[in-house]
Structure formats: C-alpha cells, structure tokens
C-alpha cells in the first residue's frame, strides 16, 4: 500500500529516487493542440487564397515551425521567470493549452467556408487571452504567494466597471441603431403604442397586429400574451415617452443578468472566476444579441430565473418563491420553466413545498393565461 509522500510524488510526476514517471498523455494531448492550431492556422490565413499547393504546404510549414518556436520560447520563459522544474511547467503549458480547443469549436466552419480575416485574428486573439488566463490561474494556484496576478481592484468592482462599459456601448449601438431605421419587425412600435395607449386609458391596447392575429378586434395585447412585465416599462416610459426608452430599460435588465450569475458561480470559484464567468454569460452570442433585438418582453426572463437559480441552490425558498412569481409574469411561456424547477426539486428529493408550490404555480398560471 502507497503512503501519501509516495501518492504525492507520483501526482508530481516523480517517482521514489528522483526517477521520472513518464507523462504520456502531456505528449499526446500537446501535440493534438498543437495539430489543431496547426490545421486552424492553414484554414483561416492560407485556404481559399487561391495560392498553389506547393506554396499552400510551404506556408503551412512555415507556420507550424512559428507556432513551434513560440511555444518553445514561451516554456523557456516561463520556466526562468517563474523558477519552475521541467514537470510543473510543462504540466502548466499543457494544462493552459486547453484554451486552444476554442478553435475547434469553429474549424468545422473554416474548412467547409470561407472565413473573414478580421474573425480570425479576433478569434485567434481570444485564444491568447484564454490561454494566459488559465496560465494565471493555474499559477497562482500553485504558488499562492506570488504578487504578480495580484489585481489592483477587487473581482466585484472589475466586473461593475465592465458591466457599465458593457451597458453604455450596447446601448449607444441600439439606439444607434433605431436611428438609422436598422430594426426591420413592428415590435418596437407595436409596444410602444400599447404603452401609450395605457397611459391615456386604453390597456396595453394597439391596431397594429390584432386585424392580423385575429377574426375580430380586441383592446388589449393581453389577449395575445400574458406579459403582466409591461407594467415595469410605464414609470419610464412616462419619464421619457420614446421608442428609445423601451431599449435601453430592456438593456438594463439584460446587463443586471450579471449579478446571480457571479452570486451563482462565487458558490465554487474564487471572486475573479466568478467575474469571468459573469462576464463570459454577458458575452454569449445568444444573450449578447439581446441587446440589439427588435424588442420583446420575453428578454428580461433570465434575470429572475437565474434569481431563482439562486435561491434555489441556497435554499432559500421565499426569495426562490418571489423570483418564479417575477419570472412568470414575464409571459406565460415561463410556465415551463417554473414547472421543471419543480421536477427538479422532486429528483432532488426535497421537502413537500419546494416539489408543490412551483408545479402547483406554473398549473394555475397556465390556466389563468
């Protein structure tokens, strides 16, 4: 039976006798890094550039030796900078390697089409990034007591100030955007005429759909959705009666998906994981588009579903049961939603009230709809 000192130097790479246990699998997974670099480097910068194949394999030669001789001196660097034996630095480059299978992700793309130049050094840019994020990480972890990753600010404020950015450009690109007549649906005018039409006694009322949806006229938008969540826009439409107004508000509540989001992930990661992990969600091309919609009501469910994520994690259940009241007032598709954290509960195996009340509220709120 190992003692933990020999568990210890075999987990270091070491065996007894300062003998080294050999790490196949770095070598493996190194080189199918660097393959994938290698092949995604030749579909973004040398297909489809009409070069010959003489010249396409020249340059792809090329490249792979440019690519092997920075690595190469990166791990020269990192080893003399940071003191590191050979076994714990390539133990960290392989690890930060991992970074590089965002490439993947989009090499399907790049060797069936033809890709943007600019995408790809973006691209390739966020590699990078990641790449020395987890190097960071991974660093510091080993080495708590060194000074260089320490941030000036705290994760908390970094992650305000980017939310702030985040929300002036997003907002300053949307309004940009009515301006110059880019929104092609009727949303934006159809709920802004059903706010003003509130505002002089008629609820939520508009003409501008209802001779299309249905056989005879109605007086209100409540008779396509159950979206109670356009009370919220009438203090500041009231503040500011334009188009405008309906985006940037819708705006705010995407950008303050941030906050659960960090709450969420600060349960397991460290502050400033949690506020890469905050910042990654904003960043999402399914959130991130939301921003720049059309307009619907429908975009302010993920802040209190992931509310309600929260509680429901913490165990807390009367901010849970408030968060999936304002969940489902949002509209009456949230029913689902609700209904599943429900299930989720009964698989979990918790008490009667956090099995019933959800299930119980989604079914009396899809029949009131």
């Given at each position: 039976?190992?003692?933990?000192?020999?568990?210890?130097?075999?987990?270091?790479?070491?065996?007894?006798?300062?003998?080294?246990?050999?790490?196949?699998?770095?070598?493996?997974?190194?080189?199918?890094?660097?393959?994938?670099?290698?092949?995604?480097?030749?579909?973004?910068?040398?297909?489809?550039?009409?070069?010959?194949?003489?010249?396409?394999?020249?340059?792809?030669?090329?490249?792979?030796?440019?690519?092997?001789?920075?690595?190469?001196?990166?791990?020269?660097?990192?080893?003399?900078?940071?003191?590191?034996?050979?076994?714990?630095?390539?133990?960290?480059?392989?690890?930060?390697?991992?970074?590089?299978?965002?490439?993947?992700?989009?090499?399907?793309?790049?060797?069936?089409?033809?890709?943007?130049?600019?995408?790809?050094?973006?691209?390739?840019?966020?590699?990078?990034?990641?790449?020395?994020?987890?190097?960071?990480?991974?660093?510091?972890?080993?080495?708590?007591?060194?000074?260089?990753?320490?941030?000036?600010?705290?994760?908390?404020?970094?992650?305000?100030?980017?939310?702030?950015?985040?929300?002036?450009?997003?907002?300053?690109?949307?309004?940009?955007?009515?301006?110059?007549?880019?929104?092609?649906?009727?949303?934006?005018?159809?709920?802004?005429?059903?706010?003003?039409?509130?505002?002089?006694?008629?609820?939520?009322?508009?003409?501008?759909?209802?001779?299309?949806?249905?056989?005879?006229?109605?007086?209100?938008?409540?008779?396509?959705?159950?979206?109670?969540?356009?009370?919220?826009?009438?203090?500041?439409?009231?503040?500011?009666?334009?188009?405008?107004t309906l985006l940037v508000v819708r705006n705010i509540f995407v950008v303050l998906c941030a906050?659960?989001?960090?709450?969420?992930?600060?349960?397991?990661?460290?502050?400033?994981?949690?506020?890469?992990?905050?910042?990654?969600?904003?960043?999402?091309?399914?959130?991130?588009?939301?921003?720049?919609?059309?307009?619907?009501?429908?975009?302010?469910?993920?802040?209190?579903?992931?509310?309600?994520?929260?509680?429901?994690?913490?165990?807390?259940?009367?901010?849970?049961?408030?968060?999936?009241?304002?969940?489902?007032?949002?509209?009456?598709?949230?029913?689902?939603?609700?209904?599943?954290?429900?299930?989720?509960?009964?698989?979990?195996?918790?008490?009667?009230?956090?099995?019933?009340?959800?299930?119980?509220?989604?079914?009396?709120?899809?029949?009131?709809?």
């Amino acid at each position: 039976m190992e003692t933990a000192t020999e568990v210890q130097l075999e987990e270091s790479g070491f065996a007894q006798g300062g003998k080294k246990i050999p790490r196949t699998y770095k070598t493996t997974w190194g080189l199918g890094i660097f393959l994938l670099v290698s092949v995604w480097i030749w579909a973004a910068f040398i297909r489809g550039l009409g070069h010959t194949r003489p010249l396409q394999l020249l340059l792809v030669l090329g490249a792979v030796a440019l690519a092997a001789g920075l690595g190469w001196l990166v791990a020269r660097i990192v080893r003399r900078q940071f003191m590191l034996d050979p076994g714990e630095n390539a133990k960290l480059l392989t690890f930060s390697a991992s970074a590089f299978l965002l490439l993947a992700v989009f090499l399907p793309e790049y060797l069936l089409g033809k890709p943007l130049l600019v995408r790809s050094f973006v691209l390739l840019g966020f590699s990078l990034v990641l790449f020395a994020s987890y190097f960071a990480i991974s660093l510091r972890a080993q080495a708590p007591s060194l000074r260089l990753f320490r941030a000036p600010i705290s994760a908390g404020k970094g992650l305000f100030i980017f939310c702030i950015l985040y929300f002036f450009l997003t907002s300053w690109i949307t309004v940009g955007k009515l301006h110059a007549f880019g929104y092609v649906g009727q949303d934006i005018a159809y709920f802004t005429q059903c706010l003003y039409t509130t505002l002089h006694g008629h609820l939520f009322y508009s003409n501008m759909y209802h001779d299309l949806l249905y056989g005879k006229p109605v007086t209100s938008d409540l008779a396509g959705h159950n979206q109670l969540v356009l009370f919220v826009f009438l203090p500041f439409y009231l503040l500011h009666k334009s188009a405008s107004t309906l985006l940037v508000v819708r705006n705010i509540f995407v950008v303050l998906c941030a906050w659960p989001v960090y709450m969420i992930a600060r349960r397991t990661l460290s502050p400033w994981i949690a506020a890469a992990a905050a910042i990654g969600f904003l960043l999402v091309p399914a959130v991130l588009y939301q921003n720049f919609y059309d307009f619907a009501p429908l975009s302010l469910a993920g802040l209190p579903l992931l509310f309600a994520l929260y509680y429901f994690l913490e165990r807390r259940f009367k901010p849970y049961l408030i968060a999936l009241v304002c969940a489902q007032i949002v509209r009456e598709d949230l029913v689902f939603a609700v209904f599943g954290l429900g299930l989720l509960a009964l698989w979990q195996r918790r008490r009667l009230r956090w099995i019933a009340v959800p299930c119980g509220l989604a079914l009396l709120w899809a029949f009131f709809s």
